[in-house]
């Protein structure tokens, strides 16, 4: 009896070990969090002393100065922006990523894995580097701070992850259900709504959350091709860092109100999140 015991002891603190450190890790990593959302209820000279006061007096103050209480600009035209950029480009790349998936797993072309390829080597190129001719295009374009323009640029910039992604996760669709439905008289559009996207909702929903993401906090095009009319929400944030030094507590208080968008779609669709990160990882 004795040496039955002794593995199930085993077994049980190796797991008691294990939700221990996961534990340790996930309150490391939400530290930074509680901190920032923690001086966003602080006064600026409260929220500048160093080390940090813990018992200083909470205030709205920060949260008023963002929203424009103290005669400063609204943020709503800027989280519409970015809410516009961001859902419209995720739309986007799921209409035109879900058919390439399609093609590329399901009922795959000649050399599908070059094509594969050719999407990754699109985010090879830093970032920066097509910036200069993005910026003379949409000037000589007429569409610098133009809300679609950044549309179409999340877009393209999202789609190669997007297939990708997909990709796998439309390689394990059962194709004896793919061909029932053909032979059904079900055609291709038929077969991807009615058919693929059903069974590869957790993928499409763990795609959509990333690519929106992805949007949502893009700054540096956002930061050089709009201006007044089409500034986004991360734009929108840099304004308040000033050469006086004390923007801490507006920073966080707005960095707070902008990751909420972010926060409640995670938890929104966290477990077709979990499902379609974890889609394929048990046969």
């Known amino acids: 009896m004795s040496s039955t015991a002794t593995p199930t002891r085993g077994r049980f603190r190796g797991g008691?070990?294990?939700?221990?450190?996961?534990?340790?890790?996930?309150?490391?990593?939400?530290?930074?969090?509680?901190?920032?959302?923690?001086?966003?209820f602080h006064s600026e000279a409260d929220a500048a002393t160093n080390p940090p006061s813990f018992g200083a007096a909470l205030t709205l103050d920060g949260y008023r100065e963002f929203f424009g209480a103290g005669g400063g600009a609204s943020p709503w035209p800027s989280l519409i922006n970015s809410t516009v950029a961001s859902v419209v480009s995720t739309l986007l790349v799921l209409l035109l990523a879900l058919p390439?998936?399609?093609?590329?797993?399901?009922?795959?072309?000649?050399?599908?894995t070059d094509v594969l390829f050719f999407f990754l080597s699109t985010k090879m190129l830093p970032v920066v580097a097509g910036l200069l001719p993005i910026y003379l295009f949409a000037k000589n374009a007429g569409m610098l701070d133009n809300i679609w323009l950044l549309v179409l640029l999340y877009t393209s910039m999202n789609l190669p992850i997007?297939?990708?992604?997909?990709?796998?996760?439309?390689?394990?669709?059962?194709?004896?259900?793919i061909e029932a439905a053909q032979i059904d008289g079900a055609r291709l559009p038929t077969v991807l709504?009615?058919?693929?996207?059903?069974?590869?909702?957790?993928?499409?929903?763990?795609t959509a959350l990333i690519c929106f993401i992805f949007s949502w906090n893009e700054l540096l095009f956002a930061r050089v091709l709009t201006g007044v009319v089409a500034e986004t929400?991360?734009?929108?944030?840099?304004?308040?860092?000033t050469s006086q030094g004390l923007?801490?507590?507006?920073?966080?208080?707005?960095?707070?109100?902008?990751?909420?968008?972010?926060?409640?779609?995670g938890f929104a669709a966290q477990d077709k999140l979990v499902q379609g990160l974890s889609l394929g990882a048990v046969k």
């Open 16 to 40: 008691a070990g294990l939700g221990l450190a996961a534990w340790l890790a996930g309150i490391v990593f939400f530290l930074p969090i509680a901190w920032m959302g923690l001086t966003s």
């Open 233 to 241: 929400a991360p734009v929108f944030l840099t304004g308040f860092i």
């Open 100 to 112: 390439a998936a399609y093609a590329l797993s399901i009922r795959p072309v000649r050399k599908w």
């Open 193 to 206: 709504t009615r058919v693929v996207a059903p069974i590869a909702l957790p993928g499409i929903a763990a």
């Open 162 to 177: 997007a297939v990708w992604m997909m990709h796998s996760f439309l390689a394990e669709v059962p194709v004896a259900v």
């Open 247 to 265: 923007f801490l507590a507006k920073v966080c208080a707005a960095s707070l109100v902008i990751s909420l968008p972010v926060l409640a779609a």
